[in-house]
């Protein structure tokens, strides 16, 4: 908090003093090769919400796997694949609350896997269809935000919400993430800021994956690390192992109990890797080397997170087995669900923006209308 204008005593015999000082820590239970490198939490020791954690990594990496191979196959738009980032997405969906707001970027499919969005929403989405952005009522996704493309304009928006759970005096927390290209955004910034300024509820999630398209993360900022972008709006900033799935709920938890219990915001920095390229629309060989991406796959979250619950007896190959053929059933029956769905009529895209559709817009509708369908999907 910054005091009314004083300006300190400086040391004596001294011309300059300090004023602050601040120190950044990163947390991890798990090494990369999936040993310990601290006791875990409760949670990680009771097999099944171990294994539940795993499921839902390996559920998603192969819903993921199949996103790719519709778009390759020209059956599905531009996709932003998840691999290698899986963990996070996992943490979040296990640290949040039925009753808390999720307000995602574009990675975090899993998160929304398990507050209840159907794995077909994500392809319609994807698939340049609005009812893919419909979640289902009845579960926690039916008040969450959907995914948003356009780079942090949705992190003010998680402000808003954030401001009326205070406003009415609810118990319950936001949950914005975004990556680290993000954070250079005058909007971050705004909302950083602002959430300090009214001490909101919410937790800034930042997906630190060593890239923003093709600009690695060390000309992103010139900051040591993304979690000191917190400390600057006065807020709690940390750093997780973004790879390390028990460290990473871990962490989370305690931030948004921190927000629920009225102590305001913080920002978690997760250090992690985009395994894929950008989107199916990039081709990253053109701008990283193969063997940074060879390195990265040995700090895997998937074979790390294995390893431990192979270690304390809680997964076997026959339960691998069994994962891999229902997940990938799974994916599959979803890719078919997704290519059954009748396309919208092309007006629809006029449908959702506005209360009233402005005159001005009205005859581009017509228009449209008038045309008819161009195409599947
Ligand atoms: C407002 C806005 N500006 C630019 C873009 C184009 N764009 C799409 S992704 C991206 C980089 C985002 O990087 P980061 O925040 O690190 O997220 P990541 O894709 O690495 O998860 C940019 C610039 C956009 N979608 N929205
Ligand atoms: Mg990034």
């Not at 948003?148 to 919400?161: E, K, N």
């Not at 940074?292 to 087995?321: M, N, Q, S």
Request: net charge negative; charged share 25%; aromatic share 10%.
């Amino acid at each position: 908090m910054v005091e009314p204008l004083t300006i300190p005593d400086t040391s004596p015999g001294s011309a300059t003093t300090k004023v602050a000082s601040y120190d950044i820590y990163l947390t991890r239970f798990l090494n990369p090769d999936g040993t310990l490198a601290a006791e875990p939490p409760a949670f990680a020791t009771d097999r099944e919400q171990a294994r539940a954690l795993y499921e839902l990594m390996v559920r998603t990496r192969l819903f993921d796997k199949k996103a790719v191979a519709l778009q390759r196959t020209g059956q599905l738009g531009t996709y932003a694949a998840v691999l290698g980032q899986e963990a996070i997405g996992v943490a979040i969906g296990h640290a949040l609350k039925a009753e808390d707001v999720f307000i995602p970027a574009y990675r975090e499919y899993a998160a929304q896997f398990a507050r209840g969005v159907p794995m077909v929403r994500i392809l319609q989405y994807w698939g340049g269809d609005e009812r893919g952005m419909d979640y289902p009522a009845g579960t926690p996704s039916h008040h969450d935000f959907p995914l948003s493309v356009p780079i942090a304009t949705h992190i003010p928006h998680a402000i808003g919400v954030a401001y009326a759970m205070k406003l009415r005096g609810e118990k319950r927390v936001v949950l914005a993430s975004c990556g680290d290209g993000a954070t250079s955004k005058g909007d971050w910034y705004e909302a950083v800021s602002a959430a300090k300024v009214w001490n909101l509820p919410i937790v800034f999630l930042v997906n630190n994956n060593g890239w923003a398209i093709s600009m690695p993360s060390h000309r992103q900022t010139g900051a040591q690390t993304f979690a000191q972008k917190g400390l600057a709006g006065g807020i709690s900033g940390e750093q997780v192992d973004g790879n390390d799935v028990i460290a990473t709920r871990f962490v989370l938890e305690r931030a948004i109990e921190r927000a629920r219990n009225g102590e305001g915001p913080s920002l978690v920095e997760a250090l992690t890797y985009r395994l894929h390229d950008h989107t199916t629309a990039d081709d990253a060989r053109r701008y990283r080397p193969e063997q940074e991406v060879t390195d990265a796959w040995d700090r895997c979250p998937v074979k790390r997170y294995k390893a431990y619950l192979e270690a304390r007896g809680f997964w076997t190959a026959a339960d691998e087995d069994a994962l891999i053929a229902d997940g990938t059933a799974i994916a599959e029956s979803t890719a078919q669900e997704f290519l059954k769905t009748a396309p919208q009529a092309p007006e629809a895209i006029f449908e959702h923006l506005y209360e009233r559709l402005p005159k001005s817009l009205e005859w581009q509708r017509d228009e449209v209308a008038a045309r008819g369908p161009v195409g599947g999907h």
